[in-house]
């Protein structure tokens, strides 16, 4: 069972900036890719940004440019850079992670853009 740990959500007025976290642990099998998913009201969640182990990342379209995703291989950390935010981003962050064949979802963390 891995844990997902996320933080690091909060209020912030347009074009601000904050850095998300999430650590795992607990996983018994390699952590194959982490990501950050987010979910508006009223709204699906979506993918915001992926990384695989190898460092590969993709991102949604509406956040290319603004958000970075990194990890630490070795910690089982992930980080999301959001620059330049909008209140089109505000939403719950969840953090994910897939391990073996089995996805694992953190609690989530609020963020909220102020225009």
């Known amino acids: 069972q891995v844990q997902l740990v996320e933080s690091g959500g909060g209020l912030v007025q347009a074009g601000g900036s904050l850095r998300l976290s999430c650590a795992a642990s607990?996983?018994?099998?390699?952590?194959?890719?982490m990501a950050w998913y987010r979910q508006a009201p009223g709204k699906h969640r979506e993918l915001v940004a992926g990384?695989?182990?190898?460092?590969?990342?993709n991102y949604a379209e509406s956040v290319k440019g603004r958000f970075t995703i990194s990890r630490d291989n070795a910690k089982n950390t992930v980080s999301l850079q959001m620059n330049s935010l909008k209140p089109e981003d505000t939403a719950v962050y969840y953090c994910?992670?897939?391990?073996?064949?089995?996805?694992?979802w953190g609690q989530g963390t609020q963020v909220t853009v102020s225009s």
């Open positions: 990384i695989i182990s190898d460092g590969r990342t």
């Open positions: 607990g996983s018994r099998f390699s952590i194959n890719a």
């Open positions: 994910n992670a897939l391990s073996g064949p089995v996805d694992y």
